[in-house]
């Protein structure tokens, strides 16, 4: 393939080898340094649990007894089995790492493999090196990137799964446009430049095997989407339905000798993802014997998506859903690529008090101005240039739509589960509508790109909580998208300057600074997060016999996991580790305890909420 660069296509591919490195060695750093190799979430103890389940060849397992000496966050018991409330995508990926005895690796592997896609997808789809190798440079720096590939949460590998299956799909997008000519009525000279070719014939004898097997791939990339996050599954989904659902419309009324040949790979495709999404209700019905069971509900009965009274805490409205979504973005645009108006240290050099307390505590607006989507505007520039304009107007349209509800009755609709709904359905419309009147294939695609990352604030929408723990981690599987639009007017400077290697420096620079600056001081915060570290390990090491496997009894009325959750992550849910860690509620609980591992040397502490104490210690 022909594509128009100022870096040769080979110092570039050893560019992006090196910066798909950069992001594994940093992944495997901060896990080991910030992270200490341990889960600081409550969703990633139970993403652990499942993973280290599977790997002993289990879905779920017997509830120990008694099962409360044994409570893990996210665990549930119930009718004498144990599982996780997750969907089992993502503990099915993690099981590799933990077979190997590295689970941390696993999101290592998915950071260089994102890195290396989104360079593929930039030069293909806009037929430039320069977009490639800026978008994978932007995902390699990203501050969330950074952050959940140092974790054990299932975000990086649903962002590799969402990147394959764009880049799957856009290959098949193309055999599209082969056999009906409907695409390549416009090519990429250089960025920002189209050149018309209408006198192509279609070429209804195209080989169908190509689509079949690029429609296998990118049903596989779905499906795993849609089994590692449902919800983003089903955002990342809506966008390309859409556009496959023009493209046999236009097939249909026009060329109908094609249309069949365009169902078949199309149908290939969803086959193979409805397969492997069905994985989640087998699982649900191992666990409860009901394939329809929301496993999260187990856990809080309102943790569910929807409007009204029992979704969320205290019944979950567009107004809520819009308050979050404001606070989450104002994270997000500093946390994207770790540009901001405000400096993120002191004078003292150490992170503001104020942000440090945001990333550990908060979840309402981010105190500072982040910046981060500076260049995307500038990307619908470049690609639609004059009709750039109907484009803004479009998206103001969007916007009027979400603010209409607070406009009138006094907000009143804001509150009414109904229209809430109906505000969802006119909103993924509104995401759909452009793709019937664009033709080019790249202005397809731009829309498409953002399509995605729009779609994800859409659903997130339905759901009653935000989030910004780790980041806006509900908005992460967008990065690609954001990295390759905000890549475009970059490479379109560097395409039209002649010292286009100052541009070049000037973002190495950019970068360099945001990741001094603000992504590993970002990232740092988050050190001991939830108080969980490697000190009671440690300390249970210095107490331990030679030899001997140890029984930790943890004592105390009013106990929280966080006092002793480094010691549940240590813990295996087959209860055969080398450390295993109970909770004492009664003596004749502590009784049973003990009779389950008569040959294990016992160490005793004692807890309270938050803090624990070993028994033996001397007292302060």
Same mark, same amino acid.
């Given at each position: 393939?022909?594509t128009?660069?100022r870096i ?5 591919r ?5 910066? #798909?490195?950069?992001?594994?060695a940093?992944?495997?750093i901060?896990? *080991? ?12 103890l ?6 280290r389940v ?7 397992i ?6 409360t #000496?044994?409570w893990?966050?996210?665990?549930v ?9 997750y969907?089992?995508?993502y503990p099915?990926? &993690?099981?590799?790492?933990? +077979? ?6 696993i ?7 994102a ?5 593929r997808l ?6 430039s090196?320069?977009v490639g190798?800026i ?16 974790? =054990?949460m ?8 969402v990147?394959?299956?764009? /880049?799957?799909y856009?290959? =098949?997008?193309g055999?599209?446009?082969?056999v ?6 416009a ?11 209408s006198? &192509? ?8 095997r ?8 990118a ?15 089903l ?7 859409a556009?496959?659902g023009?493209?046999? &419309? ?10 069949w040949r365009?169902l078949?790979?199309l149908a290939?495709l969803s086959?193979?993802t409805?397969v ?7 699982y649900?019905?191992?666990a409860t ?5 929301? &496993?999260y509900?187990f856990?809080w009965?309102?943790?569910r998506?929807?409007f009204g009274e029992?979704y969320g ?8 859903g819009?308050?979050?979504?404001r606070f989450?973005l104002?994270l997000?645009?500093a ?11 002191d004078?003292t ?6 942000l440090t307390?945001?990333f ?5 607006y /981010?105190?500072a101005?982040?910046?981060?989507w500076?260049?995307l505007p500038?990307?619908?520039?470049v ?10 107007? *479009? ?6 739509w979400l603010?209409f509800?607070?406009l009138?009755?006094g ?6 589960p109904v229209?809430a *709904?109906?505000?969802?359905?006119? =909103?993924?419309?509104?995401?759909c509508?452009?793709?019937?009147f664009?033709k ?6 731009? *829309? +498409?790109?953002?399509?995605v #990352? ?9 759901y009653w909580i935000?989030?910004?723990?780790y ?8 990065l690609?998208? +954001?990295?390759?639009?905000?890549a =475009? ?7 039209r300057?002649?010292?286009?290697y100052?541009v ?6 950019? +970068?360099a600074l945001?990741?001094?600056n603000?992504s ?9 997060f939830n108080l969980?570290?490697r000190?009671?390990e440690?300390?249970v090491?210095?107490?331990r016999?030679?030899?001997r ?14 006092? /002793? ?6 813990t295996?849910?087959y ?10 509620n009664?003596s ?6 003990i009779?389950r591992?008569?040959?294990?040397q016992i160490?005793e ?16």
């Open positions: 393939m022909k128009t660069s040769p296509p080979g110092t570039a050893v560019i992006v080898a090196a910066l #798909a490195l950069f992001s594994f940093l992944s495997v901060l896990s *080991w340094t910030v992270f200490e190799r341990l889960p600081h979430l409550e969703d990633e139970a993403y652990l649990f499942e993973a599977i790997a002993g060849g289990n879905f779920v017997p509830s120990p007894e008694p099962s #000496a044994y893990q966050p996210f665990v018991d119930q009718n004498g089995l144990r599982f996780g409330k969907t089992p995508g099915l990926q &993690l099981a590799v790492g933990v +077979l190997a005895g590295t689970p941390w690796i999101n290592a592997f998915f950071a260089a493999l890195v290396a896609l989104v360079y930039g030069r293909e789809i806009f037929k090196e320069d190798l978008a994978a440079a932007l995902v390699a720096f990203s501050p969330m990137a950074i952050l959940l590939n140092a974790s =054990l299932g975000h990086s590998a649903a962002l590799f799964w990147g394959l299956f764009l /880049y799957a856009w290959r =098949l997008d055999w599209f446009g082969r009906t000519h409907s695409t390549p009525a090519q990429f000279q250089s960025v920002g430049e189209i050149q018309e070719q006198s &192509l014939a279609p070429d209804e004898n195209e080989p169908l190509p689509a079949l097997l690029w429609g296998a791939l049903g596989l990339a779905l499906g795993m989407v849609f089994i590692t996050r449902p919800a983003t599954g955002a990342v989904a809506l966008p390309i339905i556009w496959s023009v493209r046999l &419309l236009r097939a249909l009324f026009k060329q109908r000798r094609v249309f365009i078949t790979p290939a086959m193979i409805i492997l999404a069905l994985i989640v209700p087998l649900n019905y191992q014997g009901n394939p329809q069971t929301n &496993l509900t856990v009965p309102y943790d998506i929807g029992g805490r205290n019944g979950h409205t567009l107004e809520k819009v308050r979050h979504m989450d104002s997000t645009a946390d994207l690529f770790g540009w901001q108006l405000q400096p993120l240290r004078e050099g150490q992170v503001r008090a104020d307390d945001h550990v505590n908060q979840a309402d /981010y105190p101005t982040g910046l981060s500076i260049l500038f990307a619908f520039i690609v639609y240039k004059e009709r750039s304009l109907l484009i803004f107007l *479009w998206m103001a349209l969007g916007l009027g603010a509800p607070f009138v009755d907000g009143n609709l804001t509150r009414d229209f *709904w109906v505000s969802i359905f006119v =909103l993924a419309i509104w995401l509508v452009p793709l019937l664009l080019e294939r790249i202005a397809v695609w731009t *829309w +498409l790109l953002a399509a #990352a729009l779609s994800l604030i859409i659903v997130q929408l339905t935000g989030s910004q723990r980041s806006t981690r509900y908005y992460y599987e967008g690609l998208s +954001l990295a390759l639009l905000s =475009l007017p970059l490479a379109w400077v560097i395409q300057v002649k010292r286009y100052v070049y420096a000037g973002f190495a620079v950019l +970068l945001s990741f001094f603000y590993l001081p970002r990232v740092g915060v988050l050190h001991g969980i570290n000190e009671l440690r300390a090491e210095e107490r016999e030679p030899g496997d140890v029984l930790v009894l943890v004592n105390g009325e009013d106990v929280r996991w966080r006092s /002793y959750g480094e010691l549940m992550a240590l295996s849910p209860l055969d580790s080398e450390i295993v860690v109970a909770r004492v009664s004749e609980n502590r009784e049973a305890i009779a591992f008569p040959d294990r160490i502490i004692h807890a309270v909420q938050n803090d624990a104490s070993f028994v033996d210690a001397p007292s302060t």
